[in-house]
């Protein structure tokens, strides 16, 4: 069973920063990367940054590129989201996602998959006046 701890969402002013974090636990060697996705109310989910495990090579959304940061210490299994000048549009329900090596099926967007392996129960980012 794979476990997920997730923190750092809440309420920020546009413009301001958040950092999350997720640390998971569970999964065997060959997890390939780790990341997260976010879904707002009346939107479909979206990939939004990932990281290879091993190699640290970085996926990251147009809508977030040049403002958010992820990066990972595999000594704690535990990926960080940077996310600086936060706008409106960001506000989302963020869930930490792990990807076993590609599977039959899926479609990779850089080191992130369209359909992740495990998920985490998802952290609220809200960025509101």
């Known amino acids: 069973q794979v476990e997920f701890v997730e923190s750092g969402g809440g309420l920020v002013q546009p413009g301001g920063s958040l950092t999350l974090s997720c640390a998971a636990s569970?999964?065997?060697?060959?997890?390939?990367?780790i990341g997260w996705f976010r879904q707002a109310p009346g939107k479909r989910r979206e990939s939004v940054s990932c990281?290879?495990?091993?190699?640290?090579?970085?996926f990251t959304a147009d809508s977030v590129y040049g403002r958010f940061t992820i990066s990972r210490d595999i000594s704690k299994n535990t990926a960080y989201l940077q996310m600086n000048n936060l706008q409106p549009e960001d506000s989302a329900l963020y869930y930490c996602?792990?990807?076993?090596?590609?599977?039959?099926?899926?479609?990779?967007?850089?080191?992130?998959?369209?359909?992740?392996?495990?998920w985490g129960q998802g952290t609220q980012v809200t960025v509101s006046s």
């Open positions: 990281i290879n495990i091993s190699s640290g090579s970085k």
């Open positions: 569970g999964y065997t060697s060959d997890a390939y990367a």
């Open positions: 996602i792990v990807d076993l090596h590609p599977r039959t099926g899926q479609l990779w967007f850089g080191s992130c998959s369209n359909e992740p392996d495990y």
